[in-house]
């Protein structure tokens, strides 16, 4: 999964003052993480649960107050297994799958709003795979639809999330997503965030992808047609069709009828 906000490029300082203020409330945190927010590890300590939960709900009501709109990319595994495991790489990652999935949502976003400048792309460093993106930066730009190059500007930025503050409203994003499609994937109920009901109104673009979206997506970037094969009981099933078929659709197949 890969989560983030979108807002215009002149209100990013005045939200991460903003930000940085709502940490120094006591209790004071010197960042936030979700996972720690969450556990009540590292920078959430000590701190008691009511504490916890005004804190994320200032936060929150700060992304809305700001007007900023969640973008958001995830994969089930079995679903990355089933269609990019056997890839050419570099596209056998999950991070570089999701890489695409959330700036295409990003810039179908955008350019649903009229949008006509560029759009400036800034990622947590993920060390491992800072190299792989900008490798295949070009290469990206050259599979994006027409009209979306356009709006794309320089290749991104990665920066260290406790220095570029609204990395850590990212991180907050992909935390509970996390949770919420981690609860849909294992038919649990969806849990109601701990800030409800503040956030009520965020508006959020999600890019879930789900069989037949990879499909498009292996379309889009390996430029091959899929293969649709019919079983007996109705379900349509699509391969990639020059990658060898090993036994994993079948058992996907028989695990989401069971």
């Known amino acids: 999964m890969l989560a ?3 807002g215009p490029a002149d209100r990013w300082e005045r939200f991460e003052t903003e930000w940085s203020a ?3 409330m006591k209790p004071r945190v010197e960042y936030f993480k979700y996972s720690e927010a969450i556990g009540f590890h590292g920078q959430f300590n000590g701190i008691s649960a009511p504490s916890r939960t005004e804190k994320l709900k200032l936060l929150i009501n700060l992304i809305s107050e700001f007007g900023l709109v969640g973008i958001s990319a995830s994969i089930p ?4 297994q089933g269609w990019f495991r056997y890839a050419p790489p570099p596209f056998n990652n999950s991070y570089l799958v999701m890489f695409y999935g ?3 949502r990003l810039l179908r976003y955008v350019n649903s709003i009229g949008y006509e400048g560029k759009v400036e792309l800034v990622f947590d460093t993920q060390s491992d795979q800072v190299a792989k993106v900008q490798a295949i930066w070009d290469e990206f730009v050259s599979a994006a639809p027409r009209e979306f190059v356009p709006l794309l500007g320089d290749p991104p930025l990665f920066r260290d999330d406790k220095r570029t503050i609204a990395l850590q409203a990212a991180d907050m994003h992909a935390g509970w997503l996390r ?3 981690t ?3 294992l038919g649990k109920p969806i849990p109601e965030p701990l800030w409800h009901p503040a956030g009520e109104h965020i508006r959020r673009e999600y890019n879930f992808m789900e069989w037949w979206h990879a499909a498009e997506t292996f379309v889009r ?3 091959a047609n899929p ?3 019919s079983f007996g009981e109705g379900t349509e099933l699509s391969v990639p069709p020059r990658l060898h078929l090993p036994a994993w659709p079948l058992r996907n197949l028989s695990a989401r009828q069971g």
């Not at 595994?77 to 990355?80: E, K, L, M, Y």
């Open 179 to 181: 949770e919420m499609n």
């Open 227 to 229: 293969i649709t094969y």
């Open 102 to 104: 959330v700036i295409s």
């Open 4 to 6: 983030g906000w979108v």
């Open 183 to 185: 609860a849909v994937e």
């Open 221 to 223: 970037l390996f430029g």
């Open 22 to 24: 709502i940490l120094e």
């Open 77 to 80: 595994h079995r679903v990355f």
